[in-house]
């Protein structure tokens, strides 16, 4: 089993910034890709951004892209989400999710992720 803690949202104000952190822990000795999603109130879950094992790869939402970094310290079992530039539209709850078979052509699906964190509340305000 692999657990997922999220950890770093918060209130910030239109403009701000806030690095959401997801640590892994469990069956941490596979190599998984490691994508960040979020709800907003009476909205689907949607995806954010997603990174592969190596760091090297990443992807993101079109509505993000350019505002938000992921990144991973495999040696902390930990991946963040930069989260620059924020919008009120940003507020969300962030939930974080992994797995260890997806490929970056199915990053995007949030039904391929075997494994989720609780989720943090990220609140813009305007």
């Known amino acids: 089993q692999v657990q997922l803690v999220e950890s770093g949202g918060g209130l910030v104000q239109a403009g701000g910034s806030l690095r959401l952190s997801c640590a892994v822990s469990?069956?941490?000795?596979?190599?998984?890709?490691m994508g960040w999603f979020r709800q907003a109130p009476g909205k689907e879950r949607e995806f954010v951004a997603a990174?592969?094992?190596?760091?090297?790869?990443?992807a993101y939402a079109d509505s993000v892209k350019g505002r938000f970094t992921i990144s991973r310290d495999n040696a902390k079992n930990t991946v963040y989400l930069q989260m620059n530039s924020l919008k009120p539209e940003d507020t969300a709850v962030y939930y974080c999710?992994?797995?260890?078979?997806?490929?970056?052509?199915?990053?995007?699906?949030?039904?391929?992720?075997?494994?989720w964190g609780q989720g943090t509340q990220v609140t813009v305000s305007s």
């Open positions: 469990g069956r941490t000795n596979r190599r998984y890709a």
């Open positions: 999710a992994a797995d260890s078979r997806i490929t970056p052509a199915t990053w995007r699906a949030l039904g391929e992720y075997d494994y």
């Open positions: 990174i592969d094992w190596s760091g090297i790869r990443t």
